[in-house]
């Protein structure tokens, strides 16, 4: 049998969302590879080889499934939320590029997730309704002053903003300064989202001002996003509803 | 019983995309309201009642759903893709706001979805797997200057782009000018991703330069997805392999 590379998503924490497309590939695999925390998730079963690896080797590991596929077998990189968003199926691509020609004709497959972005706007309401973008806070891979200037950007453009990776343990003081620069383009009241954990036992969702929010309700495990300056908060007896709305007036 | 609204999302096509939690909530409904193509999607059984509406109905829709909710009735309201990205979420919280004060203390959950730039990108490779993008180039709800704006800043961030709606019958116009801006704006071997009906049988993916795409590449079923100037194509025999780096060098 002919191997074949799969990158799964598993989405953001619960099995229940996980899609059929993504269980059945973990199914036929004969090794899953990935982030050790997410390699967790897997059910251990005859015939399965499961292969953990920490963070940050992600070129190592991707290197690792291609070459088991080049032996035939059938193999699953495993990344949380969705593989294309700031996940493993950049990293898999990188390797086939830099790696061995004969890996470009590998079977190779993205398989799509609940990115924590849309499950996080989920559990808010739906503050991505318009449009909006996305932005890796981290400046392990990028500088700092890219971060600053996309931030400057989305908010002359009006976009809602989702933040991955808001606020690392070995960089925290990135989201403070991300804070300020917002603080500088948006009014106060300005709605931003911390949703926690989402979709785990351990979910907790704060809606809160602009003005009001401070580094520390974010922390590794934190999706932030920022509503656009028309996004609207409803009021009521439990967890506030947020929205973006579908139009703008001329 | 008491009644509930869940907006879920069925992903772009496929069945095996459709997470088991909106696979769950579709078993427990008493009642399925949505556009027609997508309440078609649902399989009948006895007990459940499926509301077919027409496009360009979404408040009245909500307004439904809300009401039969109230009435003590299990309502799924269905959307293609994420029910939070350009679909039915925002409708249902505009006519929430809007509505009776008793309708904000229903029980009302938002479940997520494979949203169709996720599955486009994961067809293509991995164009979104850094700082992107996404916008509506419908200017059925919002002035044409908002989206010319929207796309010159998302430019000058060098974000990758997606797009929804690239081109709508009633409005083929919108997305040619959205190219000729783009051209002005980005340089003519930018890559860009024309992905239709992704994960269906009509799945088909095209890949070219922004100097050689054409405004007949898209139609109502297509997915734009342009990509950032780092964004990389990997030639192979098979389709090629498109996907955005990791890193940004300093």
């Not at 990344?79 to 890996?103: I, L, N, Q």
Request: aromatic share 6%; net charge negative.
């Amino acid at each position: 049998m002919s191997g074949w590379v799969v990158i799964a998503g598993l989405g953001p924490g619960a099995e229940a969302m996980i899609t059929p497309e993504a269980t059945a590939a973990i199914d036929a695999a004969t090794d899953v590879v990935g982030y050790i925390p997410y390699v967790r998730r897997i059910s251990p079963r005859a015939g399965l080889t499961l292969h953990e690896s920490d963070n940050r080797v992600e070129l190592e590991r991707a290197a690792h499934a291609l070459e088991m596929a080049s032996e035939g077998r059938r193999v699953v990189v495993v990344s949380s939320g969705d593989p294309g968003v700031f996940a493993m199926a950049s990293a898999v691509f990188e390797a086939v590029e830099a790696g061995p020609p004969p890996w470009r004709d590998l079977d190779i497959r993205v398989l799509p997730g609940i990115t924590a972005m849309l499950a996080a706007s989920a559990a808010a309401g739906a503050p991505l309704g318009h449009d909006f973008c996305c932005i890796n806070l981290s400046d392990n891979l990028k500088p700092w002053a890219l971060i600053e200037k996309r931030l400057r950007l989305a908010a002359a453009a009006d976009f809602a903003m989702a933040f991955y990776n808001p606020r690392s343990k070995s960089r925290p003081e990135g989201f403070a300064k991300a804070l300020a620069i917002l603080r500088e383009c948006c009014a106060p009241e300005r709605v931003i989202i911390f949703a926690r954990a989402v979709s785990t036992s351990e979910q907790a969702v704060r809606v809160t001002a602009l003005a009001e929010a401070t580094p520390e309700m974010a922390d590794m495990r934190t999706m932030v996003i920022v509503g656009s300056s028309l996004t609207r908060v409803i009021a009521r007896e439990g967890a506030p509803i947020v929205y973006t709305p579908r139009s703008v007036e001329a």
